[in-house]
């Protein structure tokens, strides 16, 4: 929204050139996410306790969270935003990249906003059938996957890559439309599942996000992404403001989310956040990046997998609930003890993905 008319002053103005670095617009991409949020937060709090837009809470459920109850939610909604002006602000709309990480963040949070909705209009916590929420997932996810594969101008584009492995390159194809739906469906389902606790979430997401950006950063830098041996990606610039963004809104919510939260994301936030993470994730092709960076993530989802197998199968649950933040708590952990740690872990593993690049 601002570079064209940036770009056209910096002709008479030379200070303004600096705006033509993407480096200096993600942070400024970064800035005004944060700043948005903190700015209308306090707001968006009072106007959705006036609506009495409370958290539902589950009966079976751990008690500890039956006091949580009515806390405002659906903030995500202000992440969703705040994003999306960011991005607006600050970055090339004409990289196609930029407009489908956009396009299918918005969607992903219109799907977590109706099924926000239902649970609010009716009292309880189902909201819309997972029947019915999978396959509008499935239905973004493979029309946003058709869309890049459709824009792909080399084959790296759609390429797999794997860590630790220096040589390996498998092109994917049509198939590429199938596995970055995948991709897509199972990151924002993944980040849902784990949205159980203050700040458990959000935090992993800034982290992931940020590592995912300077991945970015490399692959759209033709000497680096040589050196480390990773796809150089020219459009992988404004990703890069993307990123800026997601950690921005992240920050800034994790202002009104921390232990004990003045509000909740929702499934508008959750989804549309694990979204961002898996659209970045194939515009960079780092797929398997992404499942190392936010392992947190994985592990939640599988435990509750294994749950679920595990009573159908036998009749006996592995975990005393799952996802696996509920098992530390009736094991007794305070709710901050496990949430940071949650943090430090996705820290480590955000660390040690990025340090991968050096093990090939």
Not at 196 to 211: E, R
Request: charged share 15%; proline share 3%; glycine share 8%.
């Amino acid at each position: 929204m601002f570079l064209p008319i940036l770009e056209y002053l910096a002709e008479s103005f030379g200070p303004l050139r600096v705006f033509n670095y993407f480096t200096f617009r993600a942070i400024l991409a970064t800035l005004t996410s944060l700043v948005f949020i903190l700015f209308f937060g306090k707001t968006f709090i009072r106007f959705i306790a006036k609506q009495k837009y409370g958290q539902i809470i589950r009966e079976e459920g751990p008690q500890s969270h039956l006091e949580k109850k009515g806390t405002p939610t659906m903030g995500g909604l202000l992440i969703l935003f705040s994003i999306l002006f960011s991005c607006l602000c600050w970055g090339d709309l004409s990289n196609k990249y930029l407009l489908v990480s956009m396009a299918v963040t918005f969607l992903f949070g219109v799907i977590g906003l109706i099924d926000d909705y239902l649970k609010l209009r009716y009292s309880n916590s189902k909201g819309l059938s997972g029947r019915s929420r999978l396959l509008w997932e499935i239905l973004v996810a493979l029309s946003a996957s058709s869309l890049i594969y459709y824009f792909a101008t080399s084959a790296e584009e759609t390429t797999l890559f794997l860590p630790f492995f220096k040589d390996f390159a498998l092109q994917l194809g049509i198939w590429f439309i199938l596995f970055s739906a995948l991709v897509l469906v199972a990151t924002a389902n993944a980040v849902n599942l784990t949205d159980g606790l203050d700040g458990l979430a959000i935090m992993p997401s800034v982290m992931v996000a940020a590592g995912m950006g300077i991945i970015a950063y490399i692959s759209g830098n033709a000497i680096l992404s040589d050196y480390l041996n990773v796809p150089y990606l020219f459009y992988s610039t404004e990703i890069v403001i993307f990123c800026g963004a997601l950690v921005g809104a992240g920050i800034g919510f994790l202002w009104f989310n921390t232990y004990p939260a003045q509000m909740f994301m929702g499934d508008v936030g959750s989804l549309s956040l694990g979204a961002a993470l898996g659209i970045i994730a194939v515009s960079v092709r780092q797929e398997f990046i992404l499942m190392l960076m936010g392992g947190v993530f994985v592990i939640e989802t599988m435990s509750v997998i294994l749950q679920v197998a595990s009573f159908k199968l036998t009749g006996k649950r592995i975990f005393k609930m799952a996802p696996l933040h509920h098992h530390y708590e009736l094991s007794g952990l305070a709710e901050p003890k496990i949430i940071v740690r949650f943090w430090i872990v996705t820290l480590i593993l955000v660390l040690f993905a990025l340090a991968t690049f050096r093990l090939r």
